[in-house]
């Protein structure tokens, strides 16, 4: 896998079933890119329990979260798929970035701000120090690339000082990752309020398709979204719900917004949503059958994660080398 092609790296924490908005914004543009980059792709679990988890249900998200990404198309052979605490690296590092990185800094993240005060009863000091982890995480691998929704830029930029700073200090150590943010599906909204992000944690059901919700109750869902006042089927701010499912629909069958527009000129709200359901839950469906034929081969899915911590490890511990001697550790 070590070749002239850029490095690819991103990741989703198992805190929570994916939504339509992770598939379209995230996990479908990674399986774009195994062609033409070297991808490692990783369950990051250890961010995950920067709040509270139940552990077997952590367990169980986890080994789903993998079963999602290969069953949306991200290939085993093509990509490095594994589990973010299988390679003690990530934390290793995470230490010694620890130690390189301003509190001022940290406490200007908005996701800590925003996670400090949903979770205001476990304001724990991982929660406070996650963007550092995250930078290790890209860091490790000499990372070209993170394929990112917008709500992670500030962790990148962070990333980016933390690792310049290093280099400044230490000596060239790390490349500087680049954010990389696709132009498809940035930002699907909610179904029942589209001006918030549709999101795992939405308080109403009914708002998020689940990446693994049947068929009838994705097209019930879509049936149910909140629509805008006029009846013409345009994209246009002041059109939030009409703009969202336009933006989903031709996301999921590979169109332009216009082109999705004219095919629905002079339709009724109605049939639009339906189609947009029925659209939805066909692009769906054969992510839910390699779901499902991986659940009964779980040797498989084993195989996989453990091919992946292997070659993620051996790049990891090449990085972790170098910084360990330029910190000024004794070599083992
Ligand atoms: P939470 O609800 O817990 O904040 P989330 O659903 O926003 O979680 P993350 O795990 O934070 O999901 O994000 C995983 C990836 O999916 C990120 O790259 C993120 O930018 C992208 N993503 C999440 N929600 C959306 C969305 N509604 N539209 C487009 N991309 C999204
Ligand atoms: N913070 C990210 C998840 C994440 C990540 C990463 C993404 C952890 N480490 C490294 C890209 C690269 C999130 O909440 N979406």
Redesign the pocket.
């Known amino acids: 896998m070590e070749n002239a092609k850029k490095r690819i790296?991103?990741?989703?924490?198992p805190s929570g079933d994916l939504t339509l908005g992770n598939y379209i914004g995230a996990i479908s543009n990674w399986t774009k890119l195994q062609d033409d980059y070297e991808c490692l792709y990783?369950i990051?679990d250890q961010?995950a329990i920067t709040v509270r988890q139940d552990p077997a249900d952590l367990r169980r998200r986890t080994l789903e979260l993998l079963m999602q990404y290969l069953a949306c198309g991200i290939d085993p052979e093509k990509s490095c798929v594994f589990i973010q605490s299988h390679v003690s690296a990530h934390a290793e590092l995470a230490w010694i970035l620890n130690c390189n990185t301003q509190m001022g800094e940290l406490s200007r993240m908005t996701q800590f701000k925003d996670k400090s005060k949903s979770h205001a009863d476990n304001i724990n000091a991982g929660l406070f120090t996650?963007p550092v982890?995250?930078a290790s995480?890209?860091l490790l691998y000499q990372t070209d690339l993170?394929p990112?929704?917008h709500?992670?830029l500030q962790?990148i930029e962070l990333a980016r000082d933390i690792a310049t700073r290093f280099n400044h200090y230490y000596s060239d150590t790390f490349k500087i990752p680049e954010p990389y943010i696709p132009k498809v599906g940035q930002r699907i909204m909610s179904l029942q309020t589209p001006e918030n992000k549709m999101s795992k944690s939405d308080p109403n059901p009914n708002g998020c398709i689940k990446l693994l919700d049947d068929t009838d109750t994705i097209i019930r869902k879509f049936k149910r979204a909140v629509t805008d006042s006029g009846s013409e089927i345009v994209a246009s701010p002041d059109k939030p719900g009409i703009t969202n499912l336009l933006s989903i629909y031709s996301a999921v069958t590979n169109q332009t917004v216009e082109e999705a527009e004219k095919e629905f000129a002079g339709k009724g709200y109605g049939d639009f949503k339906l189609a947009v359901g029925e659209a939805v839950a066909s692009a769906l469906d054969p992510v839910h059958k390699e779901f499902e034929r991986l659940k009964a081969d779980k040797a498989y899915v084993e195989s996989v994660y453990k091919k992946g911590a292997e070659l993620a490890g051996y790049l990891a511990s090449k990085t972790l080398r170098k910084v360990y001697k330029k910190v000024g550790f004794i070599a083992k």
């Open positions: 790296f991103s990741g989703v924490q990783c990051v961010h996650y982890l995250m995480d890209i993170v990112v929704g709500d992670q962790h």
